[in-house]
């Protein structure tokens, strides 16, 4: 079990930039792939982005290619979530998620497959 805890959320312009963290506590940070998901209001949540338990491989949902990055420092027990060229549709709650992956190099896709949740930061993107 690991323990979640995002930051880095808040109120942007359309085309600003916000880097999210999300701070895991417990062990073995590095048997988990992390991923983001974020939720709309009224809407599921839905997948943002993906990396392995050893950071060899991203993965992102089409909507955030090449504006949002994915990163991980084992050594902090830390995510990052940059977003650069934010737009409105970005506005959403961003939640970070664990998936317990051990030896294996795979990054799960669907919510299904993560263990342990954070309790979401607000990003909202304004005009």
């Known amino acids: 079990q690991v323990r979640l805890v995002e930051s880095g959320g808040g109120l942007v312009q359309t085309g600003g930039s916000l880097r999210l963290s999300c701070a895991a506590s417990?062990?073995?940070?590095?048997?988990?792939?992390m991923g983001w998901f974020r939720q709309a209001p009224g809407k599921e949540r839905d997948f943002v982005a993906v990396?392995?338990?050893?950071?060899?491989?991203?993965s992102y949902a089409d909507s955030v290619k090449a504006r949002f990055t994915i990163s991980r420092d084992n050594v902090k027990n830390t995510v990052y979530l940059q977003m650069n060229s934010l737009k409105s549709e970005d506005t959403a709650a961003y939640y970070c998620?664990?998936?317990?992956?051990?030896?294996?190099?795979?990054?799960?896709?669907?919510?299904?497959?993560?263990?342990?949740w954070g309790q979401g930061t607000q990003v909202t993107v304004s005009s």
């Open positions: 998620a664990a998936a317990l992956t051990i030896r294996s190099l795979k990054a799960p896709l669907e919510m299904e497959e993560y263990q342990n």
């Open positions: 990396i392995n338990r050893d950071g060899s491989f991203t």
């Open positions: 417990g062990r073995a940070f590095s048997s988990y792939a």
